[in-house]
């Protein structure tokens, strides 16, 4: 059979249809069938690989180790490296850029071209990088890589294009930044200093231009030395000798003070008219003591002294509190005037930039903000307050407030649903900040015309669940969820063992929403689902709590000959059917033991709460500890609000609540679900080795990985972060690693539980880690008064299918491949005021797979997807009509059948960093791409597909990354993004007045290029550093031709620019020709009057 079913493989891999999968002539259990061709199913497939392409939309949440900071103040746009080679540039909301440096080296250092659309990027792998922001994805157009001398600090005077760049060995390089070609002109180090010094200074940590004269180059080395280099000269004109470190230095705007800052925890402020020492040293923090001795500090890593019109400098620093203070949080310093001001922080600070009003070093600062760059953090201080308060941050900097540990999203959700979730939360947002505008405000946005109600919902260690507006490539907050409030604190040592003590007991690992009915279930990693409702009123309530005992008896792996005396249901009217199983809701203490039996780990409220508007928890399902065991983890979980159940399962079974009735309706081990159609064979388990698995499934031994007992902890246990195990890991049990068929994934819907149906019925899917598919029929009365009081009644399972490898996803198309929706019931607030005369009553919709298909008769497909194969079904015949083998050499993590394009495909993530689409019902290959090259349980965890053509991972630990794969959605990219470039006009330089021009020395006269440029520089040497031309690439072609309006705007700027540069050169010239008359004039009658005169006459 397997033989013939390769043949056919073959042929149809090279038919021109390209379609890999094929009509079987096998049933899923492997006995030939007169299975329809695919023709019989008149399908018009209309998706083709052209419809998909691969790519980033956009990044959202705060950069991962974050290294670097750098702003604009012309255009008012922030960047922000990372350790990974990333940057993300930020301005107005909806402006937010992701870019990657191919190397992956960390940034050292951002410097923007001030107003020019550019950006210099120094990395870690000595290379500089010149990044063109004229497009809205930007691109690199040089790099320059220093072989021979490692970059420490780079300088880049405003309006100029010469790149100051020091090294670890104390030499400063200058780079042209037009052509990113290094001058001949260098400032070597033993130059520097003098050549009585025996001691190298050590690297280069600070350059900066005089603001008093442009010629002018400080230079701080790490020692404590600091020269103050003559461009022209190419000489000295002084050298200070510190015996402190320095970290960092910033000058008075007028270019006659500068401050430095120390590693003893110390400010200094040295003048030029005398630089043998310092005019003032000052320890902010650092009190004298009882002996006369001052505290030791800790570094002082960078210092800003900024000038104000309107009141005293500010000095601003981060560091330098004394050591004794143990526990103290990192601070930044404001001194201002006598106050000193002292902003204690959540994380370490990685670096700060105080903004300015004036882009020009030699004018009056006037700070008006600080960025401050925190390790896990952005905020922004307002200086303009004499309380200092933070600005609101419109970006999602928080979404790691709690790691992350599971992911959905929602494509085409309800309309109504964002706005009734914002303005609930709302009602919870913090106050306290200041009321002026962000000042991260450069760039423009406009929402554009491809947007539709989209919502990322994300799960947290701390049991906390975030729903967040997506829609227009944004990221907004909506509302927040605690899922904790339903339990009891836990107390130290209670109501766990020793052994699985949680350091999260209420961290999420899997949710499930329905947004028609806004019914939200909740998994949580101590073995708990929390099914809420949502109300838009506040309301008094008392959450139902059931109990199930769902544990593996040393019983249960059983022979064929036990099988047939194991009954796998007991009489369908029953809606208990395993008294045993089913728990009593008052929990009961351990045994005389002390061994913990039958109770949860988490002990829910058991009084009357009020609950706000918004989710309101109803009832909390909680496995129980059995022997001493703890209860296994759920595996997966499904709802259906119009039928009012909900499955889930783990590795040892499954159970089927009635949330409607608040009862336990199904608790049944996987293998008694199969009853006598097991399709393998067991052995039993030997009494001596009742710890060990003795299983014969030789077929799929493959398919079981022994898990760490480490790895069953929390999600955000640093040894489940690093190490990658499969999907299915969690069908193994972390205690006594005995193989268990776990329930892998769980589907209600209409369809036909046996051959023999003629109608749809509602149905249970359910699929295990051993590929095997079982139909669960179910008759659910439909009256809505008969459904609240008959039970709902369960009959003995139907269908079996198999595939290779976990089960991992089912979807359901009607014969002419439309997707069906499973039936839902409409939302209603059962917390309104109800009309006594017009009682509500459940509106359910139904999409029935027989109501649109009286032309191919009754019946619907089933798509089953696993860890490594896709079939397609037709029910009720359940004749496998196409199968495709998605890998071999890998396994499926993700598979969602999802819309896109007005028509349905599966899309699979695997373990090797694949994603594909295959059309549906054929299976044919429409994409693959290899996409992440490795991955870790963190992607895996969290990597969901949706409608649309859009796909999202947790990419870091702090950032979401949306990508699409529809070529739509790619096209339409470029407009949906932010421009971070907008044209404005510099701002002129304030005028100086006579007497500083004439005193100030010659500060405008300074031409660079006079003395950097090749003619007078010379060429650097060759095998210093290396040219290497941007890879700006077509993308960069595609954008410059979409941004050809904002070219023209541009162009038209430029030239009324050029014009007025015209006009004024004119003028200017007139006004040098007026001059040069009249000195040629003065001149004249001074020959005439000297004419005469003898020499000693003078």
Same mark, same amino acid.
């Given at each position: 059979m397997k033989k013939f079913r390769k043949v056919l493989d073959g042929l149809t891999t090279s038919s021109p249809g390209g379609t890999i999968g094929s009509p079987s002539c096998g049933s899923a259990a492997g006995t030939p069938t007169a299975a329809p061709t695919p023709k019989e199913i008149d399908v018009q497939e209309t998706l083709v690989s052209e419809n998909f392409q691969l790519c980033k939309t956009v990044r959202h949440g705060f950069p991962y180790q974050p290294t670097a900071l750098a702003f604009d103040p012309v255009q008012k746009i922030l960047a922000v490296g990372s350790r990974s080679g990333g940057i993300r540039i930020l301005g107005r909301p909806g402006v937010d850029c992701y870019c990657q440096h191919e190397s992956g080296a960390a940034v050292l250092q951002l410097q923007f071209l001030i107003n020019e659309g550019a950006l210099v990027t120094a990395c870690a792998d000595d290379t500089l990088h010149l990044w063109n922001l004229r497009?809205?994805?930007?691109?690199?157009?040089?790099?320059?890589?220093?072989n021979r001398e490692r970059i420490t600090f780079c300088h880049l005077p405003f309006q100029s294009k010469w790149l100051y760049v020091g090294t670890e060995r104390g030499n400063t390089h200058i780079v042209n930044i037009e052509s990113f070609i290094l001058s001949g002109y260098v400032i070597m180090w033993n130059k520097a200093i003098e050549l009585s010094t025996k001691t190298h200074p050590g690297p280069v940590v600070h350059l900066s231009d005089s603001p008093k004269d442009e010629g002018k180059l400080l230079i701080g080395f790490e020692s404590g030395t600091i020269v103050q280099w003559d461009l022209r000269g190419k000489k000295a004109d002084f050298r200070i000798y510190y015996d402190e470190a320095i970290h960092s230095v910033s000058w008075h705007h007028e270019g006659k003070q500068f401050m430095c800052s120390h590693s003893d925890g110390s400010l200094t402020l040295w003048n030029l008219r005398n630089t043998t020492k310092p005019f003032q040293v000052t320890f902010p923090h650092g009190k004298i003591q009882k002996d006369g001795r001052k505290e030791s500090c800790k570094p002082i890593l960078k210092v800003e002294y900024k000038t104000s019109r309107s009141s005293e400098p500010f000095v601003i620093f981060s560091g330098g509190l004394s050591y004794d203070k143990a526990g103290r949080r990192p601070t930044l310093t404001i001194m201002h005037g006598k106050a000193i001001t002292v902003l204690e922080m959540d994380y370490p600070i990685v670096e700060f930039m105080v903004l300015c009003e004036t882009p020009y070093n030699n004018e009056v600062q006037e700070?008006?903000?600080?960025?401050?760059?925190?390790?896990?953090?952005?905020?922004?201080? =307002?200086?303009?307050?004499? *309380?200092?308060?933070?600005?609101? *941050? /419109?970006?999602?900097?928080?979404?790691?407030?709690? &790691?992350? #540990?599971?992911?959905?999203?929602?494509?085409?959700?309800? &309309?109504?649903?964002? &706005?009734?979730?914002?303005?609930?939360?709302?009602?919870?947002?913090?106050?306290?900040?200041?009321?002026?505008? !962000?000042?991260?405000?450069?760039?423009? !946005?406009?929402?554009?015309?491809? #947007?539709?109600?989209?919502?990322?919902? #994300? %799960?947290?260690?701390? %049991?906390?669940?975030?729903? !967040? =507006?997506a829609s227009a490539i944004t990221l907004q907050m909506l509302y927040k969820l605690k899922t904790s409030k339903v339990f009891e604190k836990p107390k130290p040592g209670e109501g766990r063992a020793a052994e699985l003590v949680e350091e999260d007991p209420f961290a999420v690992q899997m949710v499930s929403w329905c947004p028609q009915s806004r019914i939200f279930c909740v998994v949580g990693i101590s073995a708990h689902i929390i099914l809420y409702r949502f109300s838009k009123? =506040?309301?008094?309530?008392?959450?139902?709590?059931?109990?199930?005992?769902?544990?593996?008896?040393?019983?249960?792996?059983?022979?064929?000959?036990? *099988?047939e005396n194991n009954p796998c249901f007991s009489d369908p009217g029953s809606h208990s059917p395993q008294p045993h199983h089913q728990h009593p809701a008052s929990p009961s203490s351990g045994t005389p033991e002390g061994i913990k039996n039958s109770i949860p780990c988490l002990k829910v409220k058991d009084r009357v709460v009020r609950v706000p508007p918004g989710y309101q928890a109803e009832l909390v399902i909680q496995l129980l500890w059995v022997d001493g065991e703890p209860p296994q983890q759920i595996t997966s979980l499904d709802i259906n609000s119009a039928y009012g159940l909900l499955a889930f399962g783990n590795? *040892?079974?499954?159970?089927?609540? =009635?949330y409607l009735q608040k009862t336990i309706l199904l608790c049944m081990s996987t293998l008694d679900l199969y009853g006598p159609a097991d399709p393998y064979q067991r052995l039993t388990r030997s009494p001596r080795r009742n710890r060990q698995s003795t299983s014969g499934l030789t077929e799929l031994s493959d398919n079981q990985q022994s898990i760490d007992m480490e790895r069953s902890k929390s999600p955000t246990s640093e040894s489940r972060e690093n190490s990658f195990s499969r999907s299915r890991s969690s069908s193994v049990s972390s205690i006594d690693r005995d193989t268990k068929e776990a329930i892998t994934t769980l589907q209600f819907g209409e369809s036909y539980g046996r051959k023999s149906d003629a109608l749809p019925t509602p149905c249970l899917w359910v699929g295990t880690s051993l590929g095997v598919v079982l139909l669960i029929p179910m008759s659910i009365p439909t009256d809505q008064e008969e459904r609240m009081e008959e039970p709902v009644t369960i009959g003995p399972s139907g269908a079996v299918l198999m595939l290779k490898g976990s089960v991992l996803r089912?979807?359901?198309?009607?014969?002419?491949?439309?997707?069906?929706?499973? /039936?839902?019931?409409?939302?209603?607030?059962l917390n309104a005021s109800e009309d006594p005369d017009r009682p509500r009553r459940r509106k359910l919709v139904h999409f029935s797979p027989s109501s649109s298909q009286d032309a191919c008769g009754d019946g619907h497909l089933a798509v089953v997807c696993s860890e490594r194969q896709a079939k397609v079904f037709l029910m009720p015949s359940q004749s496998c009509l196409f199968v495709h083998n998605i890998t071999e050499s890998s396994f499926v993590l993700r598979a969602d059948v999802v819309s896109v394009c007005n028509s349905v495909s599966l899309a699979c993530f695997c373990a090797n960093g694949h994603v594909m689409t295959l059309s549906l019902p054929s299976l044919r290959p429409l994409m693959d791409v290899n996409y992440l090259p490795l991955t870790d349980m963190r992607i895996a965890r969290t990597f969901c597909f949706t409608n649309g053509g859009q796909a999202l991972y947790l990419s870091s630990p702090t950032e979401i990354q949306r990508i699409t794969y529809s070529q739509e959605m790619c096209d339409n990219l470029q407009e949906m993004l932010g421009e971070l470039f907008t044209p404005i006009e510099t701002p002129e330089a304030q005028n100086r007045g006579f007497l500083k021009g004439f005193f100030g020395g010659n500060a405008h006269t300074f031409d660079r290029e006079e003395l950097f440029g090749e003619a007078a520089a010379g060429k650097a040497s060759r095998s210093l550093a290396q040219h290497i031309p941007g890879q700006a690439g077509v993308e960069g072609m595609k954008v410059a031709a979409s941004g050809a309006v904002g070219e023209l705007a541009r162009a038209r700027i430029a030239l009324d620019e050029r014009g007025q540069r015209l006009g004024e050169l004119e003028e200017r010239t007139a006004l040098m020709m007026t001059s040069a008359e009249t000195f040629s004039k003065h001149a004249h009658e001074l020959m005439l009057k000297c004419k005469d005169k003898k020499w000693y006459q003078f």
């Open positions: 497009q809205r994805r930007p691109a690199i157009l040089h790099s320059l890589k220093f700070p008006y903000a600080v960025v401050v760059l925190l390790e896990k953090d952005l905020i922004v201080v =307002d200086l303009t307050q004499s *309380n200092f308060p933070v600005f609101e *941050n /419109p970006y999602p900097m928080d979404i790691h407030e709690s &790691p992350v #540990t599971c992911t959905a999203y929602f494509a085409d959700c309800p &309309p109504d649903i964002i &706005p009734i979730l914002y303005s609930i939360g709302a009602k919870h947002k913090k106050t306290g900040y200041s009321q002026k505008e !962000w000042p991260i405000s450069g760039g423009t !946005w406009t929402l554009g015309s491809h #947007t539709y109600p989209e919502i990322i919902i #994300t %799960g947290h260690a701390d %049991g906390s669940i975030k729903f !967040w =507006d009123y =506040d309301a008094n309530t008392q959450i139902v709590s059931l109990e199930v005992r769902l544990q593996c008896e040393s019983e249960d792996v059983i022979s064929p000959s036990e *099988n590795c *040892n079974g499954l159970a089927v609540v =009635d089912f979807g359901f198309l009607d014969c002419m491949g439309v997707l069906i929706q499973s /039936p839902y019931e409409v939302w209603r607030d």
